[in-house]
């Protein structure tokens, strides 16, 4: 008599109950029918294949692009009694024909490959002389083409469908979007298949944005708060990265730097002291993570932005899996702004692409700069639809005050326009505040009408209603990335008096000594 799901999640496994839809989805794929599992990082997709495997006939081949982390699941299995490998190009080529033989012996219930090393014809020949239980496709959304760990071998999976119609496919992904979610299922051929969607909502992560002033003192100050817990600091830059774990280190933090620039012998080691003792802080970037199970980090601070929402998500995610109180905390400025859009406006991509990630871009900082539940955005960035005040965010907490920024507002947006749409927010702001610099001279800024109109209200004040106005959408950076300024058709309702804008109180106008003066 074949042990019952719920009889395998307890004997092998050690849980006394399925979590959330693992039932439903267990069951989906042990009676043969193909799965779609959307699922948060942390919310338990691996025990959705690994049970079926083991409940029906044959090997369960999981498809996995992680194969610095295939050793890891394979010795944990092996830990529970379950008879599991790996074949990778990491493994010698006696190890490799072992492996083969247990698989054409039906000694194994789950077997991890490569995409590409399932997709050569050896590998796929051997399959058809033996029996598979099904297939996982775990990291499903790497067969998106804008998602950022894209994988043209994973387009070639449809391949499992024609070859092997009767094996239940299960794809599985902690990518929430919409868009990745469609394209999962044309390039798999998963249009057949049971679609389990997790809320993605991580109710005891806390939310916070602030701007950034002074990075190192922010992030002291945020740390001290988390001493002796481990967390992750996520850096934009190698170089940043190194600077910042040496800097905590010296401020008597467990820092480790993380980055791809480094040893991979170091890399390694400090990834291990990381999962293995307490109270580390990683610093990395976001080469560092994916597929990370360490269930007790208490933070995760980012010093700069993150590429998109999906990836703040991600990081974000790594904290509190165990279900406890987590801090998800981030600075950033208009200079990040003006990097990010130099990094998309210089990367090889297509104009396509860099339309989308401007796009991401956007969004993120119409995140940062909300007013609003960051819950409420975040989860919505994912079509999840969220009713907040969540409790558990700064804005939530503590509701940002606002002020009517309209003038203010016409005034910024016809000085970019009547200076040609050409400069960056520094100059723009010079021109507002009637600085009478040697570039505005030169230029005849200062025989523009717009020149010193916004003199009543200092730099400081200047920066935040810019960098508001770009996350409103209300001003626009170049899609070169020169960090100049242009109108977008949203300005045009504002410059007409037909929209009022709302700013946080951060960018309250602080009167200048000058016009103090004036008064
Ligand atoms: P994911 O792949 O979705 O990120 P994992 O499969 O790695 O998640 O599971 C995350 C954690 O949750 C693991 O430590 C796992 O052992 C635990 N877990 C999964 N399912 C259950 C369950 N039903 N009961 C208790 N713990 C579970
Ligand atoms: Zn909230």
Not at 242 to 253: N, P, Q, V
Not at 427 to 438: A, F, K, N, P, Q
């Amino acid at each position: 008599m074949p042990s019952s799901p719920l009889h395998i999640l307890q004997s092998v496994f050690g849980y006394s109950s399925f979590r959330g839809p693992q039932q439903a989805i267990v069951e989906q794929v042990i009676e043969g029918g193909d799965a779609l599992v959307l699922m948060p990082t942390g919310g338990g997709k691996s025990l959705c294949y690994q049970i079926p495997a083991i409940v029906r006939q044959g090997t369960g081949i999981v498809v996995s692009p992680l194969i610095a982390l295939m050793q890891d699941q394979v010795d944990a299995l092996h830990e529970a009694g379950v008879a599991a490998a790996y074949l990778n190009s990491s493994q010698d080529n006696d190890t490799q024909r072992e492996v083969e033989r247990q698989l054409m012996a039906g000694e194994l219930d789950l077997l991890y490959v490569a995409p590409e090393r399932l997709l050569t014809p050896r590998l796929l020949a051997l399959l058809e002389r033996t029996e598979v239980a099904l297939f996982a496709i775990d990291e499903a959304h790497c067969v998106s083409q804008w998602g950022h760990d894209f994988r043209p071998e994973y387009r070639e999976l449809a391949v499992l469908h024609e070859r092997f119609p009767h094996v239940p496919r299960i794809a599985l992904t902690a990518t929430a979007d919409p868009r990745t979610r469609e394209e999962i299922v044309e390039r798999l051929a998963l249009q057949q298949a049971r679609q389990f969607v997790s809320s993605f909502d991580r109710p005891n992560i806390g939310y916070r944005v602030s701007l950034k002033h002074n990075p190192r003192t922010q992030l002291m100050q945020f740390l001290d708060g988390h001493r002796g817990e481990s967390g992750i600091v996520y850096c934009l830059s190698r170089k940043k990265v190194d600077e910042t774990a040496a800097w905590l280190a010296d401020a008597g933090f467990e820092a480790l730097p993380y980055h791809a620039g480094l040893d991979a012998a170091v890399r390694a080691k400090n990834q291990q002291r990381f999962l293995r003792e307490d109270g580390v802080v990683m610093v990395a970037t976001v080469a560092f993570g994916m597929g990370i199970d360490k269930p007790d980090v208490r933070f995760v601070a980012h010093l700069d932005l993150p590429r998109s929402m999906e990836g703040y998500y991600q990081e974000t995610g790594r904290g509190g899996r165990d279900g406890l109180p987590a801090e998800a905390w981030m600075i950033y400025g208009l200079a990040d702004v003006v990097t990010m859009s130099q990094m998309i406006a210089q990367s090889e991509s297509a104009d396509e692409r860099k339309r989308i990630e401007r796009q991401k871009l956007e969004s993120l900082l119409a995140y940062a700069e909300a007013t609003r539940c960051r819950r409420e955005l975040l989860l919505g960035a994912f079509g999840e639809p969220y009713q907040g005040p969540c409790g558990n965010c700064d804005n939530c907490v503590a509701p940002p005050k606002t002020w009517d920024a309209t003038v203010p507002a016409q005034k910024a947006l016809s000085a970019v326009y009547r200076s040609g749409q050409r400069y960056g927010s520094g100059h723009v702001i010079d021109i507002l505040r009637g600085i009478d610099g040697e570039r505005v001279n030169q230029l005849g800024h200062d025989k523009l009408t717009t020149f010193g109109v916004g003199a009543d209200m200092d730099e400081k004040a200047w920066r935040s209603v810019f960098r508001q106005l770009l996350a409103a959408g209300l001003l626009a950076t170049d899609p070169e990335g020169y960090g100049t300024l242009r109108l977008t058709a949203a300005s045009r309702d504002v410059l007409t008096g037909g929209q009022r804008v709302l700013l946080r109180e951060d960018a309250r106008p602080v009167r200048s000594a000058r016009r103090r003066r004036d008064s």
